[in-house]
């Protein structure tokens, strides 16, 4: 089975901080990734589609690359409001999950 | 306001059955492809089932073929889920979704999520 592997699986970090997810997958699927960011007791949101683009009212902040079967979710500058549990989603896979923790 | 709204999660026992309901507002609901997603407790997002537009393809996951039954009402902008034989790992938050247009098989509008869970 075609399997998306997301590391870290856990990322601690400070406001400000430039982080990045990354998403592997076991085979190339499909030419787009999505991201999706999820919050405790609350639906997943979409953040990024089609590997770059940003879904509306999403801040600039966020931002997707990649290609092939390495992709990544970079967030330029930490906020504290970007806790929460990221996942990457290709067809009808997900990603296990990066959890976001502010320091 | 683009809104979906799930319903009809609960407690069921081992090979119960159990109907969910997803209504659709503020959007064009004939025309979006939908899917259920469901999480089980502190793990991550399992995709279960996919229906076109019209109604005429569906698909399911491996872990619910042949048992789950996705179906939709383009006239009443609902979406269902009928789950036979149900199990104790099919407890979980399960999720309607909208196939953002344009978006690449991503989705773009999520229900707040219905729990279901199957117990004795």
């Known amino acids: 089975d075609i399997q998306l592997t997301q590391s870290p699986s856990t990322l601690s970090a400070s406001v400000g901080d430039r982080v990045t997810i990354t998403c592997r997958a076991s085979q190339s699927v499909s030419r787009w990734l999505a991201w999706y960011q999820q919050k405790p007791g609350k639906a997943p949101k979409l953040l990024i589609y089609k590997t770059s683009s940003l879904e509306s009212g999403v801040p600039s902040r966020f931002s997707g690359s990649g290609s092939g079967t390495e992709f990544t979710l970079t967030i330029s500058s930490l906020q504290p409001d970007d806790f929460g549990t990221y996942y990457c989603q290709q067809n009808y896979i997900f990603g296990q999950g990066t959890r976001l923790e502010i320091e | 306001q683009v809104q979906v709204l799930e319903s009809g999660g609960g407690l069921v026992k081992p090979g119960g059955s159990l109907r969910l309901s997803c209504a659709a507002s503020g959007f064009s609901f004939s025309d979006h492809q939908m899917s259920w997603i469901r999480q089980a407790p502190g793990k991550g997002l399992e995709w279960i089932s996919y229906?076109?537009?019209?109604?005429?393809?569906?698909y399911y996951a491996k872990s619910v073929e042949g048992r789950f039954t996705i179906s939709r009402d383009n006239a009443k902008k609902s979406l269902y889920l009928q789950m036979n034989s149900l199990r104790g790992d099919d407890t979980a938050v399960y999720y309607c979704?909208?196939?953002?247009?344009?978006?690449?098989?991503?989705?773009?509008?999520w229900g707040q999520g219905t729990l279901v869970t199957v117990s004795s």
């Open positions: 229906i076109s537009d019209g109604g005429s393809t569906t």
């Open positions: 979704a909208t196939l953002r247009g344009g978006g690449g098989g991503s989705y773009g509008q």
